[in-house]
């Protein structure tokens, strides 16, 4: 099964800072039809999760440009700017290039 | 609007089972896949597996194969998960969540179904 690293576990944050989330993967996510299927959810408390950004880069409809996805490989980042309280909760990365579909063990952003 | 709607959460005894269902509302059932997803209270997301909304043909993660069946009442528009000989492990909320092809990912959720365990 493919290990998905999210580092850090638990993000102190202020409202309005930016941070940033780490996810790696124990292969390379580049399917063999060149596209790497790597997401990011945030689920809110209480809440099931929430798409935010699909495949790497994407933002999900609706969700505001504050939220940014990057990288390649094995290697990627979510970033949140000017966070705001509706941002807190767990993120989750989740893998869908390889079976069975793994998701990382979550980062908790929360207030200072 | 698109919804996922789950049924309510259960309690029951280790050896029992339990039928979980997602009623699926605002768009063609047959067109998505249906995934569930485990999570433990406390922890992280498991995935469990998914079911072909069109040819109900069931796909199992390899941790959940044998005591867990997915099933469709595809005129009903719900998927439905089934376990047997519950454990006292299988507490956890289950979701059902729609897989979205050609992105791969899962667009929508339902709110989740808990189940306890517990003699």
């Known amino acids: 099964d493919v290990l998905m690293t999210q580092t850090p576990v638990s993000l102190p944050v202020s409202l309005g800072g930016q941070v940033s989330i780490s996810c790696r993967s124990s292969?390379?996510?580049?399917?063999?039809?060149?596209?790497?299927?790597l997401h990011w959810y945030l689920q809110k408390p209480g809440q099931s999760p929430q798409l935010l950004i699909y495949?790497?880069?994407n933002r999900f409809s609706g969700v505001p440009d504050r939220f940014s996805g990057s990288g390649s490989g094995t290697d990627f980042t979510l970033k949140i700017s000017r966070v705001e309280p509706e941002d807190l909760g767990v993120y989750y990365c989740?893998?869908?290039?390889?079976?069975?579909?793994?998701f990382g063990a979550g980062t908790k952003l929360e207030l200072k | 609007q698109i919804q996922l709607v789950q049924s309510g959460p259960e309690l029951k005894k280790p050896g029992e089972s339990v039928k979980i269902s997602c009623k699926a509302s605002g768009y063609t059932f047959t067109d998505y896949a249906m995934h569930w997803v485990k999570q433990a209270p406390g922890k992280g997301l498991k995935w469990m597996g998914w079911i072909n909304t069109y040819t109900g043909k069931p796909t199992y993660a390899d941790d959940f194969k044998g005591r867990f069946v997915f099933s469709l009442e595809a005129s009903a528009s719900t998927a439905n998960l089934q376990i047997s000989n519950l454990k006292n492990e299988d507490t956890a909320t289950y979701f059902c969540?729609?897989?979205?092809?050609?992105?791969?990912?899962?667009?929508?959720w339902g709110p989740g179904t808990m189940v306890t365990v517990s003699s």
């Open positions: 495949r790497v880069s």
């Open positions: 292969q390379s996510l580049v399917h063999s039809d060149g596209n790497t299927y």
């Open positions: 989740l893998q869908s290039t390889h079976f069975p579909y793994t």
């Open positions: 969540a729609r897989w979205t092809d050609p992105y791969w990912y899962f667009d929508f």
